[in-house]
T-cell receptor
Framework: RKEVEQDPGPFNVPEGATVAFNCTYS??????FFWYRQDCRKEPKLLMS???SGNEDGRFTAQLNRASQYISLLIRDSKLSDSATYLC?????????????FGQGTTLQVKP | DVKVTQSSRYLVKRTGEKVFLECVQD?????MFWYRQDPGLGLRLIYF???????EKGDIPEGYSVSREKKERFSLILESASTNQTSMYLC??????????????FGPGTRLTVT
């Protein structure tokens, strides 16, 4: 089983749609979780951290479910500029130490 | 703003050549990382360093070595380049103590082609 698994997509949605991505992780002791965004031919950039209580940043909401070991990202009112690959990222050891493990990414294509 | 720079955006080398990829960060970060990214495989960690002169193997260190003589600089070395090392190479850095632990900042990447 991969340490971090994501549905690669692509997710093709119209502008204004709401879209959700899920990601599962295998290490139950992991404490740090992130969503990164990667545009075509560009480097990954942090989109948001994922906190136990869930967090929201404008149109983006991240949730963590420790019992089921999954993380979600919800994008409301999709814009053309949201088209990118979204990487789920988890730290590899207990607590906040260790390397980060990146999922393969979920590709989102927002159409006019 | 954190800035991570890489010496080249595109590089073409021949099989058997020794290749140096340089990475510099300007935020006094303790941690530096080298990844490669391939379609369908995602980001894979090659080597990382928690301090000057310290290095640890990542998931795919074979065929690579690294050097960290100064805190701001982390070099990736391909001792004898092979065609299966054709890839996008990404450098990243992170702070040891951060509000969001281990948030990594990436350089723009070097697309290496080995012919």
């Amino acid at each position: 089983r991969k340490e971090v698994e994501q549905d690669p997509g692509p997710f093709n949605v119209p502008e204004g749609a709401t879209v959700a991505f899920n990601c599962t992780y295998s290490n139950s002791a992991s404490q740090s979780f992130f969503w990164y965004r990667q545009d075509c031919r560009k480097e990954p950039k942090l989109l948001m951290s994922v906190y136990s209580s869930g967090n929201e940043d404008g149109r983006f909401t991240a949730q963590l479910n420790r019992a089921s070991q999954y993380i979600s990202l919800l994008i409301r009112d999709s814009k053309l500029s949201d088209s990118a690959t979204y990487l789920c990222v988890v730290n590899s050891r207990a607590g906040n130490t260790g390397k980060l493990i990146f999922g393969q990414g979920t590709t989102l294509q927002v159409k006019p | 703003d954190v800035k991570v720079t890489q010496s080249s955006r595109y590089l073409v080398k021949r099989t058997g050549e020794k290749v140096f990829l340089e990475c510099v960060q300007d935020m006094d970060h303790e941690n530096m990382f080298w990844y490669r990214q391939d379609p369908g495989l995602g980001l894979r960690l090659i080597y990382f360093s928690y301090d000057v002169k310290m290095k640890e193997k990542g998931d795919i260190p074979e065929g690579y070595s690294v050097s960290r003589e100064k805190k701001e600089r982390f070099s990736l070395i391909l001792e004898s380049a092979s065609t299966n090392q054709t890839s996008m190479y990404l450098c990243a850095s992170s702070s040891e103590v951060a509000g969001t632990s281990y948030e990594q900042y990436f350089g723009p990447g070097t697309r290496l082609t080995v012919t």
